[in-house]
């Protein structure tokens, strides 16, 4: 018995030691997302402002951390499967939940707004599934991944800033449409989403 607690200790000491400095970058973009959520909630119970704002602030410097975690990889020449799978869980919590909680926070809670922020996060996931396999396949011979099939998770930026828009200019008004109501905004993460999951090609810098 305990030669097998001192194995699992080795083993769990030798995953820590495993990683490397990119990878904790990467891990720090997830917890800004993680953040960001908590601060979503945070803004629902309590109606203070200050919430919401951390929470968006938040996304842009997960983002930070997700462009340093791949430029300090490349530098070190330590890219690994596992920082890339690190790189797609993260952006998933950061770039996929995160802003999805952030909308419902501001008002787009109706079942039809509900089940749209699930498929923006449903293609996100998707989107990076497809890169992790694919991306040997799209690699050059330098092991330089070329290009992106659909758009990239994090630019669910651009939806997220153009609801905090229309936010600011009280225009969270719902719609109906047969008996359906929901927000005009949440198309943006629809589009968003279905962008990612698209065969569209974006060079990769």
């Known amino acids: 018995m305990a030669k097998a607690l001192e194995s699992t200790k080795r083993k769990r000491f030798s995953m820590i030691r495993s990683f490397h400095f990119a990878d904790l970058l990467t891990i720090a973009n997830g917890c800004c997302g993680v953040g960001a959520v908590f601060h979503a909630m945070r803004y629902l119970s309590q109606d203070d402002n200050r919430q919401i704002i951390v929470a968006i602030l938040l996304i842009p410097l997960a983002l930070v951390f997700d462009v340093l975690d791949g430029r300090v990889a490349r530098w070190r020449h330590k890219a690994s499967p596992m920082g890339r799978e690190l790189d797609s869980l993260a952006d998933v919590i950061s770039f996929g939940v995160a802003p999805a909680a952030i909308a419902?926070?501001?008002?787009?809670?109706?079942?039809?707004?509900?089940?749209?922020?699930i498929y923006f996060v449903a293609c996100g996931v998707s989107r990076l599934a497809r890169y992790?396999?694919?991306?040997?396949?799209?690699?050059?011979d330098a092991g330089k991944v070329r290009y992106?099939?659909?758009?990239?998770?994090?630019?669910?930026?651009?939806p997220l800033g153009l609801l905090l828009i229309a936010a600011?200019?009280?225009?969270?008004?719902?719609?109906?449409v047969f008996g359906l109501r929901f927000h005009g905004v949440t198309l943006l993460f629809v589009a968003s989403g279905s962008l990612m999951i698209s065969t569209v090609r974006i060079p990769k810098p």
């Open 104 to 117: 419902y926070a501001a008002g787009l809670t109706t079942g039809l707004d509900q089940a749209m922020l």
């Open 168 to 176: 600011y200019a009280n225009w969270l008004v719902p719609l109906e």
């Open 132 to 140: 992790n396999i694919t991306a040997e396949r799209l690699a050059d």
């Open 148 to 158: 992106f099939e659909g758009t990239p998770i994090p630019s669910s930026l651009v």
